[in-house]
Structures are given as C-alpha cells and as structure tokens.
C-alpha cells in the first residue's frame, strides 16, 4: 500500500479513546489491516514499572534501554520526539492511530462522551467522524453511536478505501 495512512482518534481526557481504539483493533484485523497505535501521554508517563530490570536501568541513569524477545522489541531513550518520528518507526502498517492529537491537522474521529464532556473539541474541518452517547451533530460529519465500534472501525474502512483508489 504505500506509506500508512495516520488517523487521530481524539477527545478530553478520559472521554473513552483507549476503549474505542481497543475494540476496533479485532474488526480492522480482521479485515486485513496491520495497524499501529502511537499514544500520546501529556503527562511525564514511566516506560517501564519500577521494580523491572530496565525500569532499574533507566532509574539508575541509562540513556536508553532495550528488551525483546524472539517476536517483539521495546526501546526506551531519553531524547525530544515527534509523532513524525514515531509514525516512520512504522513502515510495515497500513494505517497508524494516534491516541489523541486532538488539536493536529490530522484526520480524526472525536470521541464525545456525555458524562465527560459535551461537545467536541477539534476542527471541525479535521474531523471524518464524531463518536459519541449524544444527540450532536455538525454539518457536513457522521456521527457514530459510541457503544458501537464496528460502526467507527467500517467508516475507517471506507475512509482507506478512498484514500487508496484516490493515490493509485
């Protein structure tokens, strides 16, 4: 395919993008997709639990660590990134979510959940969907039940589908 394709599911903290992306991780599998997930944490976040032997590393002063086994990898350095960055750590993925990036030109769903917040955030103009519990809509957006992720993860479906018929 290319280079893969980088959509942003965004919304307010705790608004319910993990579990969205969670459960279309299965449905985008199984249609054949290989994605990627690169979180966004605004928060100093701890790579690895105190008490393990690379968190005991980096505790201690390394620059950087390493752990993998014969079928997965992780590396921790301490140095700026982008998501750029990240993204191009990703070459074998059809399509890359980036858990939150709700101010960013990316494409994006918007998850809106009521009991957190009421209204979306992001550019409208960034927006292919809103996912939500509420009675909302903007001009021109689908809006998604929440409790329903196969409903989000077929309109990414449709959405690389475009993308890919448009740069063939």
Same mark, same amino acid.
């Given at each position: 395919? %290319?280079?893969?394709l980088? =959509?942003?599911?965004s919304?307010? /903290?705790?608004s *319910? /993008?993990?579990?969205?992306?969670?459960?279309?991780? +299965?449905?985008?599998?199984?249609a *054949?997709?290989?994605?990627?997930?690169i /979180?966004? !944490? %605004?928060?100093?976040? !701890?790579?690895? +639990? +105190? *008490?393990?032997?690379?968190?005991?590393?980096?505790?201690? *002063?390394?620059?950087?660590? #390493? =752990?993998?086994?014969g079928?997965?990898f /992780?590396?921790v350095?301490?140095?700026?990134?982008?998501?750029a960055?990240?993204?191009?750590?990703f070459?074998?993925?059809?399509?890359?979510?980036?858990?939150?990036?709700?101010?960013?030109?990316?494409?994006k769903?918007?998850?809106?959940?009521?009991? =957190?917040s009421? #209204?979306?955030?992001?550019?409208?103009?960034?927006?292919?969907?809103?996912?939500? !519990?509420?009675?909302?809509?903007?001009p021109?957006?689908?809006?998604?039940p929440?409790r329903?992720?196969?409903a989000?993860?077929?309109?990414?479906? !449709?959405? =690389?589908?475009?993308?890919?018929?448009r740069h063939?």
């Amino acid at each position: 395919m %290319g280079k893969p394709l980088v =959509i942003a599911v965004s919304g307010v /903290k705790n608004s *319910g /993008k993990t579990t969205l992306i969670e459960a279309m991780l +299965p449905l985008l599998a199984e249609a *054949g997709l290989r994605v990627a997930v690169i /979180k966004h !944490d %605004g928060h100093c976040f !701890d790579p690895d +639990p +105190p *008490g393990t032997d690379t968190g005991r590393f980096m505790a201690a *002063g390394a620059a950087g660590t #390493a =752990i993998f086994d014969g079928e997965k990898f /992780k590396v921790v350095k301490r140095q700026p990134v982008t998501e750029a960055f990240l993204i191009a750590q990703f070459p074998e993925a059809d399509l890359i979510l980036l858990e939150g990036f709700k101010y960013t030109p990316w494409p994006k769903l918007e998850v809106v959940r009521g009991e =957190i917040s009421r #209204a979306p955030v992001s550019d409208p103009a960034t927006l292919l969907a809103l996912v939500t !519990d509420l009675e909302l809509s903007l001009p021109g957006i689908p809006t998604l039940p929440l409790r329903e992720p196969k409903a989000a993860a077929n309109l990414l479906l !449709d959405y =690389i589908q475009k993308e890919r018929t448009r740069h063939a």
